[in-house]
Nanobody
Framework: HVQLVESGGGLVQAGGSLRLSCAAS????????MGWYRQAPGKQRELVAS???????HYADSVKARFTISRDNAKNTVYLQMNSLKPEDTADYYC??????????????WGQGTQVTVSS
């Protein structure tokens, strides 16, 4: 059994910062790509940032130069540092991870989501 647990969401004023964390636990053999998605009310879920096991990073154009994704492989954790937040960043943020379990099956797992609200 594998689960992803997110933390770090909250309410912040425009221009402020938040740091999201997502820790994977359970019967993990290895973790490939990890990422952050977000879904605003009435909108589709969109990719915010991703990072592979080799460290290749991708950002959505809307967050480039403001958000930074990183991972700590020893802790099976992915982070999203969000700076210069804007009201349009308000959304539920979800992490995901492609995990190979000890049984050698590979599955894409999702966290439960954490809410980020940016006030103007």
């Amino acid at each position: 059994h594998v689960q992803l647990v997110e933390s770090g969401g909250g309410l912040v004023q425009a221009g402020g910062s938040l740091r999201l964390s997502c820790a994977a636990s359970g019967s993990i053999f290895s973790i490939n790509a990890m990422g952050w998605y977000r879904q605003a009310p009435g909108k589709q879920r969109e990719l915010v940032a991703s990072i592979t096991s080799g460290g290749t990073i991708h950002y959505a154009d809307s967050v480039k130069a403001r958000f930074t994704i990183s991972r700590d492989n020893a802790k099976n954790t992915v982070y999203l540092q969000m700076n210069s937040l804007k009201p349009e960043d308000t959304a539920d943020y979800y992490c995901n991870a492609e995990i190979k379990t000890v049984s050698r099956s590979t599955t894409l797992y999702w966290g439960q989501g954490t809410q980020v609200t940016v006030s103007s």
